[in-house]
């Protein structure tokens, strides 16, 4: 039985505010479109001031998930898109809470490649229980 994939690369991102990370995944997406790959962008929530700049070409998925607890609240809608997508690969850049994405696209059997776009130093003011999830979803990622 033959996969059919819904593309060869989906970008997995919260929100697109107008962030750098969001500019260069933007960007990477454009650049991957250019050389003839089939992008799409699924994000949690279809917001923010760069959303304008998405190119037609790119399948845009929005989960509708509410900003409050969205992490969580975003692992159902993200595995059903998963399972029935099944992109190529997925590149998360979900920040430091990547643990849930991360599960979601292994569950599914869909590949990934995690990106972190942050320094261990940010932790050092973190409060205690946001500083050891992040530490313990790092640990789990980087299994």
Excluded: C
């Excluded at 505010?17 to 799409?40: I, N, T």
């Excluded at 992490?71 to 990547?98: C, F, I, M, Q």
């Amino acid at each position: 039985m033959k996969t059919t994939f819904s593309s060869d690369v989906a970008f997995l991102l919260p929100a697109l505010p107008s962030g750098g990370v969001e500019r260069v995944y933007l960007d990477l997406g454009k650049g991957l479109l250019d050389k003839g790959l089939d992008v799409e962008l699924i994000l949690a929530k279809a917001e923010g001031s760069l959303l304008s700049q998405v190119p037609s070409s790119i399948r845009l998925i929005d989960l509708d998930v509410p900003r409050r607890f969205r992490l969580l609240r975003a692992y159902g809608p993200l595995g059903a898109e998963l399972r029935n997508r099944k992109p190529r690969v997925v590149v998360s850049t979900w920040g430091h809470l990547d643990v849930v994405p991360l599960i979601a696209a292994w569950q599914h059997r869909v590949p990934v490649l995690w990106v972190l776009h942050s320094t261990p130093s940010y932790l050092m003011g973190a409060p205690f229980p946001k500083q050891e999830l992040v530490v313990w979803s790092a640990r789990w990622a980087l299994r």
